[in-house]
């Protein structure tokens, strides 16, 4: 596995864990001015995660949103990288059903009764989140 295949498989991370902050850190990346709608568009789906009316991520919805967020953001990474990235894609596919699937299962574990609150959580998933993606971006 090669660091470019690792920065696809953390890029895809990211956007199972909050959809839209892969591609908004790809963006940035590549000095585009829509990376600043994108990181808005980011920042509000955090927001809209701490609503008890969200859905789960690994409904198919959201999940199909996050594994194509996750496939794209890797895509054009690991083009900018001079990997492969139709590979790169598909690493980034695999890292956001990592993502979505463990954050889910983590956050249902961390937030059972007794042991974190949920929104307590949801924000350090978030800064784990951007951590990750500012990674993936910077390795």
């Given at each position: ?38 990181g808005f568009l980011a920042l509000a789906e955090m927001y ?61 574990e961390l937030t059972r009764p007794g042991i974190f609150g ?22």
């Open positions: 596995m090669t660091i470019v295949d690792v920065q696809a498989l953390l890029i895809g991370v990211a956007s199972g864990l909050r959809t839209l902050v892969g591609p908004a850190a790809v963006l940035f990346t590549m000095r585009l001015p829509v990376a600043w709608f994108a809209g995660d701490k609503s008890p009316k969200a859905p789960p991520r690994i409904v198919l919805p959201s999940l199909l949103a996050r594994v194509f967020f996750g496939a794209i953001s890797a895509y054009f990474l690991t083009a900018i990288f001079h990997g492969v990235p139709i590979r790169g894609a598909a690493i980034g596919a695999i890292g956001a059903l990592i993502g979505a699937y463990g954050g889910y299962y983590a956050r249902r949920d929104f307590g959580v949801a924000i350090f998933e978030d800064v784990l989140t951007v951590l990750i993606a500012y990674t993936a971006v910077s390795v």
